[in-house]
């Protein structure tokens, strides 16, 4: 056996659907634990009870954004993929083609100049291709604002392990807030995914803290370029580093 082979998920175990779609709800995952070398096994359903009173969780208010959209470039059907505005204005995007089965699979970008049709009558235009992300990754110029277009004709982007589609709802984040400008995350900032009202009543009850902040998450492949966005590189709202400090000495 490949170390690659080693890596690859049974099929059985691979999550295709949302785990409150397999099991009882979203805390119905695995928790591992691990304080030195000890490590134990847990549902995440029972965080509460590996926590004490005065201990703090960072946790990301950002909305996960219905990033994908139809477009023709050409005659060619394309899905756009929206991830980070930069400070020019410009959007990180990625076209990719429909595979046939309602995901999509990779598309090379460009040339710059190129025009992407859009719902609604605008436009996307590729200027130049990311630093250090190869030919998929563009900074485009839109004729429309993007968030409203996302709001009108976008959807959650989808990849080809997942079964089927699912609703906008299935990747927010139970901290997720609306922003005054539109702007979210790409793709689900999904560590906090398991969190339920339920389990957040527990935490609070049993004296644990949260600390909010909020950080913009682009697509995994963002990590490949070498150029940040606001997005991409600026945490809003109060840092939470002093509600940490507080819990550390106070022995959380």
Known sequence: M???????VPAELSARVPAEQRGTGRDDVRLLVSRGREVSHHAFRELAGQ???????????????????????????????FSTRGEDGR????????????????????????????????RL???EPLAGAG??????????????????HGRPIRYGYTE????????????????ADGSGSAEMPSAARPFTAALVAALVSRGVQFAPLTLHTGW???RRTSRPTRSASR????????????GRAAGG
Do not use: I, K, M
């Open 2 to 8: 490949t170390a690659l082979d080693a890596l690859r």
């Open 51 to 81: 926590l004490r009173a005065g201990d703090v969780l960072v946790v990301n208010t950002s909305p996960t954004l219905a990033a994908a959209v139809n477009g023709r470039v050409g005659g060619d059907r394309v899905v756009v993929h």
């Open 91 to 122: 959007w990180a995007v990625e076209l990719r083609r429909p595979d046939g089965a309602g995901a999509t699979a990779p598309r090379r970008g460009g040339p710059a100049g190129a025009a992407v049709r859009l719902p609604g009558g605008s």
């Open 125 to 127: 235009v590729l200027e």
């Open 135 to 152: 030919a998929r990754l563009w900074w485009a110029r839109a004729s429309v604002d993007v968030p409203g277009l996302l709001r009108r």
């Open 164 to 179: 089927r589609d699912q609703p906008l709802s299935a990747y927010q984040t139970v901290f997720a807030l609306p922003t």
């Open 220 to 222: 995994p492949r963002w």
């Open 235 to 246: 945490c809003r709202g109060r840092r939470p580093g002093w509600r940490t400090r507080h």
